[in-house]
Nanobody
Framework: QVQLVESGGGSVQAGGSLRLSCAASGTTVGRNDMAWFRQVPGKAREGVAALEGGGDSRYYKYSVQGRFTISRDNAKNTVTLQMNNLKPEDTATYLC??????????????????WGQGTQVTVAS
């Protein structure tokens, strides 16, 4: 059974930083596509960052390029999202996703089979 547990969310001022972590069990982060998405009530889930399974290719939503970094720790079986220079528009619930169907783009939620429950990020102006 695959489980993804996010942590690290919170409230920060604009310009601040947060580091989100996704602890995985039942799946191997080094071998599978892993990604972070975010969702605001009433809006579609959007891909923020993705990491190729078995490789080092990374994919980012345009608006977070240069501010967010996705990485993984194979020994701990975790994926992190370092978020710097946060903006109020980054406010959302952030969800970890695993195991991609390569028929879909990396930042398309349809690609992923497993999801965590999410962690809230709130950025005040």
């Amino acid at each position: 059974q695959v489980q993804l547990v996010e942590s690290g969310g919170g409230s920060v001022q604009a310009g601040g930083s947060l580091r989100l972590s996704c602890a995985a069990s039942g799946t191997t982060v080094g071998r599978n596509d892993m990604a972070w998405f975010r969702q605001v009530p009433g809006k579609a889930r959007e891909g923020v960052a993705a990491l190729e399974g078995g490789g080092d290719s990374r994919y980012y939503k345009y608006s977070v390029q240069g501010r967010f970094t996705i990485s993984r720790d194979n020994a701990k079986n975790t994926v992190t999202l370092q978020m710097n220079n946060l903006k109020p528009e980054d406010t959302a619930t952030y969800l970890c996703a695993a195991e991609g169907d390569r028929s879909w783009p990396y930042l398309d939620p349809t690609r992923y089979r497993y999801w965590g429950q999410g962690t809230q990020v709130t950025v005040a102006s």
